[in-house]
Each structure stands twice: as C-alpha cells, then as structure tokens.
C-alpha cells in the first residue's frame, strides 16, 4: 500500500510539471484528487483495513494529498497570471463587427433635424396623444369645421384622439413661450387611411414655424428655400402655389421641381415637371388669439412636411410600405 501511494504520488506530480494550462491543471487535479480520483479511491481503501494499519497509511495519504493540492493551486496561480499577460499579437486580423444601420427614416428626420439647427431652431417634442382643441380647435378648425375631415382622425374617446398632424405642436410651444420663437418638431402622425403605395395608418411629419415681430412671407421663402436646397441638392428648382390651411392666411404649397424627370414631365410627377412637398403659410391671427399673443405686434410662419414623402423622393422609393416591413433586403441598401 505504502509503494502504491507513493507511486501516485510520483506519477501525479510528473503529470504536473508537464500541464501548463489552466484547463490541463485542472483535469489532472479531478484525475487525482476529485470526488473518484485515484488518491480519494485509495483513501476509502486504506478505512477498509486492519486497525493497526490505518494510522500511519492515513497519515501519509493525507500528506500526499495536501502536498498535491498544494503543487496544483499554485501552478494554476501561475497559469492564471500567464494567461492575463498572454502577449497581444497585434499583427493577427482583426474581428470584423457586424454593424448595424440607420432606418431610411431615420437619416431623413437627422438631416433635417441638422438643417433647422444650423439656422437657429430649437427641437421640440409634443404628444403624440392629443386632445381635439389641440389638434383642430385652437388651430382654427371649430367642431363642425370642414377642414377636419382633410385629416383622417383616430378618435381615442369623444375628446382625445391620436395626432393627424404634427400642427399641435405649434399651439404647445405657443402656450409656453412668448416670441421670438423658432421652433421645429418631428415625430408620429396618425390617419385612418387604407394602406397603400403612398398612404400609411402612421407616418412621420416635421413641423416648423417662426414667430416675431416683423416676420413677413419672404422669411418663409428664404428658410425653405435653405431647407430644400439642402435636402434635395443646390439650386432644385422651388414654387409656390397658392392653396388653403385654416391655421394659415395666406396659404401655400411648395413643389420642387421634378427629380426624376428634372422637370420635363414623367409619370411620377404626372407629367408636370413638380413633386408638392409641403404645406405652408402665415399664420393666421386666430391661432395666435387661441395662445394670447397679440397678433397686431407679432407675425409668423409654418410649414408641415411630411418625411417618408422626402425619402421616396430622395432615395426613388415607389411603395411607402417598404418602410415599415423590416425587409433586410431593403433596409441595407441605405
Ligand atoms: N398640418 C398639415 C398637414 O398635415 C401640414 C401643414 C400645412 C402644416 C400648412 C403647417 C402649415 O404648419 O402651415 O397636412
């Protein structure tokens, strides 16, 4: 018995010395000293003999087994620290990261967004649930008013309802914040449309509006001109075309000239040469009186764009759809 141990012992730490990881260490102490490793097995024997021998068998098994686990904690010390001091092969290639990507959207409401900062608008947020004298009644639109049904309203209760337009916004701000005011606000639009190439129940609006003294309707031409010269490329041709909001006097709708086309008529601009791109105007006194500013001292303007129309126009997209279908085939294309 006393040649067995011994024995083990010997074999064990010559195993040892030849294991230099962590993981070899490691099977080598199961293989040993684990719950049926050889030593722990010998052990069991050796409470199965004659009185008189237990004593100093057990003895020496037992210093067998502390001067093993010694050996094998301290070469896995060692082994650890080689591991973290592993040199770092910097010539070896390197793990290309999958990357992701901006949704189309979402690079159309960021460079808009980078326009309007750069000429001096703040960012705003409104609610995306309103209430009917937000979305219509303080822009002009009383119950009953006609113009309400040119949006498509999602009613929540007989008062509440979800935004059809980012216009709200304007009527927020003003409440908050006496002029001068330069203000523009992205975000969710509802309609209860039926879905097809260009219309969605939920969309994407940008709104603008300027408000201090001695704002004038070429503030208006100058800030859009800016605007979709930048979005869609210096010198894209721009016209204004007279056209009604109840939340604006006078009213106009800005068509840029065709980008397909370059203006010679085709069938996305139906054959003539213009693409209408947003609806503006001044505002008309009766917001103003709905948020208590004097409309004898201040003037303004805004403007409403909707932005999944700037992306199909940018990026020559013919179905809106495609937008909100997930299509990795689609998407990675931007
Ligand atoms: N709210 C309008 C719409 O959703 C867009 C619009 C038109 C906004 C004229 C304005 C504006 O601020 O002056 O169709």
Redesign the pocket.
């Known amino acids: 018995m006393k040649e067995r141990l011994s024995k083990i012992q010997k074999e064990a730490e010559e195993a040892l010395k030849k294991a230099k990881t962590l993981e070899e260490i490691e099977a080598l102490r199961v293989k040993s000293l684990g719950r049926k490793g050889f030593l722990t097995l010998l052990i069991r024997e050796i409470g199965k003999l004659p009185k008189e021998m237990r004593p100093s068998l057990g003895r020496l098994a037992n210093e067998i087994k502390k001067s093993l686990s010694q050996v094998i904690e301290e070469k896995k010390a060692k082994a650890k620290e080689k591991r973290i001091l592993a040199p770092l092969d910097l010539t070896l290639p390197g793990k290309r990261p999958s990357l992701g990507g901006l949704h189309p959207i979402t690079q159309v409401l960021n460079e808009v967004t980078g326009i309007f900062s750069r000429l001096g608008f703040r960012i705003v947020q409104g609610p995306e649930i309103e209430t009917d004298y937000y979305n219509f009644e303080a822009l002009n639109m009383p119950p009953g008013h006609p113009a309400r049904g ?2 498509d309203t999602f009613y929540l209760t007989k008062n509440t309802l979800l935004r ?4 709200p916004v ?1 009527i927020h701000v003003m409440e908050k914040k006496k002029p001068p005011i330069r203000v523009i606000s992205l975000g969710k ?1 509802y309609r209860y449309e039926a879905v097809d190439a260009s219309h969605l129940p939920m969309f994407h ?1 940008v ?3 300027m408000v201090d003294e001695g704002i004038s309707f070429s503030h208006l031409k100058g800030v859009l001109e800016v605007f979709l010269n930048e979005l869609f490329g210096p010198k894209t041709p721009i016209r204004f075309r007279p056209s009604f ?1 109840p ?2 006097e006078p ?1 106009a709708e800005v068509d840029i000239g065709c980008l397909i086309c370059k203006g010679k008529g085709c069938s996305v601009c139906k054959r003539t040469g213009w693409l209408e791109i ?4 001044m ?1 008309d006194p009766s917001v103003f009186k709905a948020v208590g500013y004097d409309s004898e001292k201040y003037t303004g ?6 932005i999944e129309r700037i992306a199909m126009l940018k990026y020559n997209i013919s179905d809106m759809r495609l937008f909100f279908e997930n299509d990795l085939r689609f998407l990675r294309q931007f």
């Open positions: 040119m949006l059809s337009h980012t216009s304007q639009v609006q709104e603008g509006f909001f939340y604006t009213s947003l609806g503006s105007g505002i303007f805004a403007f409403g764009v909707g």
